[in-house]
């Protein structure tokens, strides 16, 4: 498939400005639509006897249905919920659903970044007008050629269960048999979609389709890629960030068996080897010095001490509304807490990989990534080949979580495979996995509230003090947000600039994000930020800001409950009024728990409630605390409107999988530093939920009528707060540090 | 040269004897099937079965297991798989899919040694393997779905059983 990128009309344009002492500003304006885009014939391979009139839907002429799925499938179960709403409008027959992962195209960007990525929760809510579009308009191919065939008018016809039939003869032509006929006919501009009500595919707990290559061995990850002549390569990072190579001594490996090249490459050395084993031995005996710098007396405790002290600084105003400082003033009742955030590690099933192969002009790299489209930018930038020569393979992703939106294994194995001149798959071990991460940023949080004569709060300021993921993040992706046309000497310009501009303009906007603003009703807000980033690398961890905000936001109102003397369910359906459908949401997580706040059998309750990015969850928490001090998680009980819920069964996992994912940061593990390095480096001391720590879930849906919105990281946030909140119902302490101290709990 | 046996066939490898299972079974013998997660028998990924047995092939040497009947994931059959496949489905279990071969391979050991496990037997069993995505409530009912089905059908089952 022949890709050419660089003539594309492009709407989306850079805007430059000279501001000040300042120096270059730069603004990106991100348009979307207007885009040139590859046309069906050359985004499918096929021939007449294929229907394939999008970049979505290919029709074989045994009626089989492909649907392209231009998302990576991490678990979420995108390759199963996409191809539904395509099949509901198709009227298709379930059962002959395939999926592929779409290559990187540029029909294939994600609306809501204009560039291929997995990430934000996004999927469903940006593919659905597309992709029902895109069935019903094959829908009404289909009719008209077999209306055609029989002769007849197309208003007699109609599809159903993967064939069309005649209303009034019962005639019957299967997809596969109309494939052929309505390749000829022209592509209807305008299709009416179907009423929700109408919905026969949508709603239903459908199987996925890629469970069965999963249960035996086949489903193919990119650690599992074979190639002939494969090589494979470790990569030792420096162990402190951003320390580079001194010395290395590659005799003492090069004659042990199986190693083929000992490099130095721009993230650390690379040992290439004939399998993994060898180049690991290699790696593990292989002396390196590392250069110093001034990350190397970095210390958790030493941070936490630091931050305590900058917290009492004015920050930079990221929301403010009345006037919260006369309203404390005025208040009957004033209250603050501080909240401490550690670090957090991705730790992914799959650790990091990447196989490439450069050969005859052209790079083939087989990414487990979230993001195709900084895959290539980053394997054109190395390799100095077109877009339209570098082919983005994307296999099955042993978890993202956001790790993968970064392309760091991308690099390593590109320029690896370029010095070599041999196909490479680059595999990370665990350690390096742990300690070479884009962490959730750690942070601590200074929050206050004042309370009027009836215990409502009427004013709320917080604090944050830390780093901004953010200002890790653009600069390194902000090339492949770049249009096309951009030569790469603009390109590699604009970047570096950007990295060096962009950290010192952008904190403060995103790592406020569920804090700025809280859907309570409270009239005085201030919201800022004292940006310090001691340099460890960050990125963006499932659910991102949400995950340390709305543990802040949601301990602190219930914080505020305890002060008021008033029931937490209570006070929150209050400070929701005029906003029915959270406090609906509320109201039935409550109603099926049978919520009181007072202790019963033993078990505690925690309530947490969140608007995120448009999907409103209340989670209630049921837990135990040993005297001990051993807190386990019950139940929890959770309600959810997320709009038309595609697969119901695939929300439940996805809200399963949350509280599985919040939970090990709320019970059990964190990272932490000292001297510059991550403490953690496996399972052992980061270790994860096991099964017997697994809360029983209860998951109740809003029956909506509304567009979908996201679901796959919503309940992660959620989580610490329940059962935090829960834990103070039972023993009267507020964790204010998560993960929790269980020495902290014992019952004296 | 090392002979193992690996899903009833025989393979000569010319690998250090140290090497862990894990690296031969998929980088020797192409069975990628089995996963590397973390290398320190932490997280049970890589989890096969020696005779029988479930084992962390990722700290297992190949000179130990030589001549022993090893089973990977590709190579798993019989009616505790077919049953296990059924509630594996049934209960649309994996997500990413990473861990599932090896949870599905403790599953397999946990229900040829007790056909009947309650919570408590899944939670000693089971306890071993992590799944990051959280699958563990799916495990949980596919693990009693499949114990459920093999109970019903073992007597038409029981064929297959033996031939094994």
Redesign the interface.
Known sequence: MKKNKVDKGRRRFLKFGVMGSAGLVMAVYFGTGGEKTKKAFEIWNKDSSILAPNAWISIDSTGIVTVRVNHS?????ITTALPMIIAEELEADWSRIRFEIAPAEAVYKNPAFNSQLTAASTSVKTSWDILRKAGAAVREMLIAAAASTWNVNVSECRAEKGAVIHTTSGQRLEFGKLAGRASRLPVPKKVVLKNPDEFKIIGQ?L??L????????????G??V?LPGLL?ATVIHPPVFNARVKLFDSDTIKNM?GIRHVLEIDNGIAVVAD????AKNGADTLKIEWTHNEIKDLDSEKLLKRWGELSNKEGKTIHEQGNPKEALANSSKEIKAVYELPYQAH?????MNCTAYIHKGICDVWAPTQNQDAAQEMAARITGLKYENINIHTP??????GRRIAVDYVAEAVQIAKMIKAPVKV?W??EEDMTNDFYRPANTNVIKAGLNEQGFPVTWSHRIVGPDHMAHMLPRLLPSFLPYWIPRSLRDLVSGIANRVLPGVIPGKKISEGASHIPYAIENINVDYVEDDPGIPLGFWRSVAFSHNTFVVESFIDEIAAAAEKDPFKLRLKLLEGKPRMQNVLKLAAEKTGWTNENTNGLSRGIAFLDFHGTILCFIAEVTVSPKGHVKVQRVICAVDCGIVINP??VK?QI??????GLTATLKSSITVRKGRIVES???DF??????E?P??DVHMVKSAQPPTGIGESAVPLIAPAVTNAVFAATGKRIRRIPIDNQTLIMR | MITLRVNDKAYKVD??PE??LL?VL???L???????????A??G?CTVHIDGEPVLSCITTIEDVSGQDIT???G?QGWIADSL?EG??NE??????????GQ?MTAAALLESNPHPNDDD???A???????????????KAIHHASSVSSVSSVSWGVDHEKK
Do not use: H
């Open positions: 499938e991490l678990g979420q179960g707990p199987k996925r890629d469970s069965s290559s999963k249960f035996n061995g086949s489903a193919v990850f650690i599992d074979k494979t068996k399998s993994f084993w060898q730790a992914t099933a799959e650790p099955f992703v042993g978890g993202g979580f595999i071990t665990r069964q695939i996992s399963s999988g949350g509280i599985v994912f496996n399972f052992d270790p994860l939920l096991r099964i017997d697994m029983v879930v | 690998v250090d090497t862990p690296w998929r980088e020797q192409g069975l990628t099937g089995t996963k590397y997660s973390c290398g320190i932490e997280c990924a990977t994931i590709e798993l496949r594996w489905i649309d279990v994996s997500q990413c899919g990473y861990c599932q071969p599905i899944i939670n000693n089971m306890s071993g393997v992590y799944c990051r995505c959280g699958t563990y409530p799916e495990i949980r």
